[in-house]
T-cell receptor, first 112, second 114 residues
Framework: QKEVEQNSGPLSVPEGAIASLNCTYS??????FFWYRQYSGKSPELIMSIYSNGDKEDGRFTAQLNKASQYVSLLIRDSQPSDSATYLCAAKGGGSQGNLIFGKGTKLSVKP | KAGVTQTPRYLIKTRGQQVTLSCSPI?????VSWYQQTPGQGLQFLFE???????NKGNFPGRFSGRQFSNSRSEMNVSTLELGDSALYLCASGPGTGVSYEQYFGPGTRLTVT
């Protein structure tokens, strides 16, 4: 059973701090990884994708991938109350499989 | 570019009925995937269509079916509805090729079965 595991939280950080969200995956052949943000009552929104080992930065967001450890993380710098949401980690199955496997999400709360 | 659209946004049905949900992907996207989201199970993959063919299928009973048309629009059908089918049904579209495989979600259809 291919799985993506996330700490469900809630993760609470003060405004301006760095929020660190973590994710592990079981399928060693997964090549593509994604972070989605989902506000309450809304659909998931793609915020980051990463395919190679190392860091990928986009504005206040940095995704990190370590394929040897099967570990993906998302750092949010200068966290704002508007970042309060559930963050979903997803991995694409290897080979010709077309579906994304999602973790159950980590709820982030940024306190003013 | 316009985003993914789903209709209807909300639906209330009775047990035993059937329902059809519709999804229009982002222009140029050939892959459409359907997911069920519930508080307890999270996002669960139903199936993916690519160029009118079902390319992948999740672990859902045969009551859940879908199809894709030549313009990439997709429909999902659930027959003989059960109370447990109450969920947010999400459609996601993407290019469906290459290693990147980014998918973009529509707003979802909230289905309530009574």
């Amino acid at each position: 059973q291919k799985e993506v595991e996330q700490n469900s939280g809630p993760l609470s950080v003060p405004e301006g701090a760095i929020a660190s969200l973590n994710c592990t995956y079981s399928d060693r052949v997964s090549q593509s990884f994604f972070w989605y943000r989902q506000y309450s009552g809304k659909s998931p929104e793609l915020i980051m994708s990463i395919y190679s080992n190392g860091d990928k930065e986009d504005g206040r967001f940095t995704a990190q991938l370590n394929k040897a450890s099967q570990y993906v993380s998302l750092l949010i710098r200068d966290s704002q109350p508007s970042d309060s949401a559930t963050y979903l980690c997803a991995a694409k199955g290897g080979g010709s499989q077309g579906n994304l496997i999602f973790g159950k999400g980590t709820k982030l709360s940024v306190k003013p | 570019k316009a985003g993914v659209t789903q209709t209807p946004r909300y639906l209330i049905k009775t047990r035993g009925q059937q329902v059809t949900l519709s999804c229009s992907p982002i222009s140029g996207h050939r892959s459409v995937s359907w997911y069920q989201q519930t508080p307890g199970q999270g996002l669960q993959f139903l199936f993916e269509y690519f160029s009118e063919t079902q390319r992948n299928k999740g672990n859902f009973p045969g009551r859940f079916s879908g199809r894709q048309f030549s313009n990439s629009r997709s429909e999902m059908n659930v027959s003989t509805l059960e109370l447990g089918d109450s969920a947010l049904y999400l459609c996601a579209s993407g290019p469906g090729t290459g290693v990147s495989y980014e998918q973009y979600f529509g707003p979802g259809t909230r289905l309530t079965v009574t």
